[in-house]
């Protein structure tokens, strides 16, 4: 991987108990990207019941190896939750366009 590169579709799924959140039910959600904060919709897409998120160079340039990775999703009805925290190799999640 060479960072600086553009780079896009970082696939996130979010998941309660086992099943993808229903897209329907989601009003917004905060990717949280080590500090790097992108946001759906406007940041991201979603088909299939994954998000994909883009990271464009300047984005690229800030990770190192490693990121902490966590998503807010806030829901149509008001209610706000926080993913758990994951530790990523960030060579895995980055795609060339």
């Known amino acids: ?14 998941t309660e108990l086992g099943s993808p959140v229903p897209i329907d039910t989601i009003k917004e959600v905060e990717f949280m990207f080590g ?6 919709p406007e940041d991201a897409t979603f088909a299939n019941d994954n998000f994909y998120v883009t990271f464009e160079e300047k984005d690229t340039l800030q990770f190192g190896t490693h990121t902490v990775v966590q998503s807010k999703v806030r829901f149509n ?3 706000t939750i926080l993913t758990n925290k994951k530790l990523i190799l960030v060579n895995t999640i980055l795609r060339k366009e």
């Open 1 to 14: 991987m060479k960072q600086g590169e553009k780079y896009t579709n970082v696939e996130v799924t979010i």
């Open 35 to 40: 500090n790097i904060t992108k946001k759906y």
């Open 77 to 79: 009805d008001g209610d």
